[in-house]
């Protein structure tokens, strides 16, 4: 008996050794057993958030936001036409002619603080180290590099770019002004792209926009500016703050990349709602720019 109850014992710890290796395989090995491993409470399977369930929980979450307790050691379309990945969606609106990688100077204390309370970012950051963020100092061709990626792949937005860039060298409001519909059009944007891109130069012209206060601006100030150009909405808006005004505390719901990979790092792979992936991130305040970066980066193929 005692010999059949040892090796029933090694059976069951060879099976959930192999379930374990099968889901860190399906998340890519952005989470390791943890992810894997679901409890039980009264016959009853539940989803777990990074934690062990407390006693008489019964079919609540457990304890949520990957938080742990003490002193320890930052897709699919977005409803905007993100690129096919999260890391592509995160970067398009960034890419710009004076493109370069920058290390905001809240970074490491926003990291240092992340690893202190959630376990999921205390093994993220370290494997993926400092921050690679594209940054351009123009405000308008951020936004417009934006508008032209709309829901095309990253090859084709960079080759339309290219053309467009050809055909408007300086790439500055007025010069996109007085090339026209039909010049751009003839670069192969779309009727309502070059609708947008004009009516994005014709905003920074006028002066409608506050681009000199977008600095001092709180972030829904200047999300409510950026949104009220045609073409523009909140998803491209939140990019913005991230990639040209290196905001902090981003947390952009409308980007499937993000809310993709809280399903995979927090929930196992189960579908997760916007109010999930918002109480996951609640824990990440106040650097939830950095958080949604690193959820980006465990999307990578290992």
Same mark, same amino acid.
């Given at each position: ?7 029933? &014992?090694?059976?069951? #710890? !060879?099976?959930? +050794? *192999?379930? %374990?290796? $099968? =889901?860190?395989? /399906?998340?890519?090995? @952005? ?41 320890? &050691?930052?897709?699919? #379309? !977005?409803?905007? +036409? *993100?690129? %096919?990945? $999260? =890391?592509?969606? /995160?970067?398009?609106? @960034? ?208």
């Amino acid at each position: 008996m005692a010999t059949a109850t040892k090796t029933q &014992a090694r059976r069951s #710890a !060879s099976l959930t +050794g *192999a379930a %374990g290796e $099968a =889901a860190k395989r /399906a998340a890519r090995g @952005a989470q390791k057993q943890q992810e894997a491993d679901v409890a039980k409470t009264d016959g009853v399977k539940k989803r777990a958030l990074n934690g062990t369930a407390p006693e008489g929980a019964g079919k609540t979450r457990a304890k949520a936001n990957g938080a742990v307790d003490g002193v320890g &050691a930052m897709p699919a #379309a !977005s409803p905007e +036409g *993100a690129h %096919g990945d $999260a =890391a592509d969606a /995160a970067a398009a609106p @960034a890419r710009g002619i004076e493109s370069e990688v920058v290390r905001p100077d809240y970074w490491d204390k926003a990291c240092a603080d992340l690893v202190k309370r959630d376990r999921i970012l205390k093994k993220l950051i370290p494997k993926f180290g400092p921050v690679h963020l594209m940054s351009s100092d123009d405000p308008f061709v951020t936004l417009a590099r934006s508008v032209v990626g709309q829901q095309i792949s990253t090859a084709a937005a960079q080759a339309l770019w290219q053309k467009v860039e050809a055909a408007c060298p300086k790439l500055v409001p007025q010069q996109f002004i007085k090339l026209g519909h039909e010049k751009l059009a003839a670069c192969g944007l779309s009727k309502r792209k070059t609708e947008y891109i004009l009516d994005l130069a014709q905003h920074f012209v006028s002066g409608a926009l506050h681009v000199g206060k977008w600095t001092t601006m709180d972030d829904e100030d200047v999300i409510a500016e950026l949104t009220a150009i045609r073409g523009i909405g909140r998803w491209t808006a939140e990019m913005f703050l991230i990639f040209n005004l290196a905001r902090p505390n981003v947390l952009p719901l409308d980007d499937l990349g993000l809310i993709q990979a809280i399903s995979v790092n927090y929930f196992s792979g189960e579908p997760v709602t916007r109010s999930e992936a918002r109480e996951v991130a609640a824990n990440w305040e106040p650097w939830r720019t950095v958080a949604t970066w690193y959820m980006w980066r465990s999307l990578e193929p290992s």
